[in-house]
């Protein structure tokens, strides 16, 4: 099992940046495919973006593509999501999880709060 918790959350003026962070403890931290997940107020949990074991390939919500990058440090057991040219509409709950092989994004962090203002 793995633990997450998430930082870097915060205030920010539209078309500013954040950089949130992610770390896990437990089991081997590579063995885990990561991703980053939001939720705003009143929505349904969204996908944002994930990152392969390695770190070599990463995927991203068509919302975000370009605006964010997603990286990970399996040295460090971290997992990043730099935001930038933030939107009102990135305001939201931004959770880390993981992942073991093809299986679905099992374990959570307790989610940081990003707000963007207009």
């Known amino acids: 099992q793995v633990q997450l918790v998430e930082s870097g959350g915060g205030l920010v003026q539209a078309g500013g940046s954040l950089r949130l962070s992610c770390a896990a403890s437990?089991?081997?931290?590579?063995?885990?495919?990561m991703g980053w997940f939001r939720q705003a107020p009143g929505k349904e949990r969204e996908f944002v973006a994930t990152?392969?074991?390695?770190?070599?390939?990463?995927y991203y919500a068509d919302s975000v593509k370009g605006r964010f990058t997603i990286s990970r440090d399996n040295a460090k057991n971290t997992v990043d999501l730099q935001m930038n040219s933030l939107k009102p509409e990135d305001t939201a709950v931004y959770y880390c999880a993981a992942a073991e092989g093809s299986d679905v994004f099992r374990y959570w962090g307790q989610g940081t709060q990003v707000t963007v203002s207009s």
């Open positions: 990152v392969s074991r390695s770190g070599g390939n990463r």
């Open positions: 437990g089991r081997t931290f590579s063995s885990y495919r």
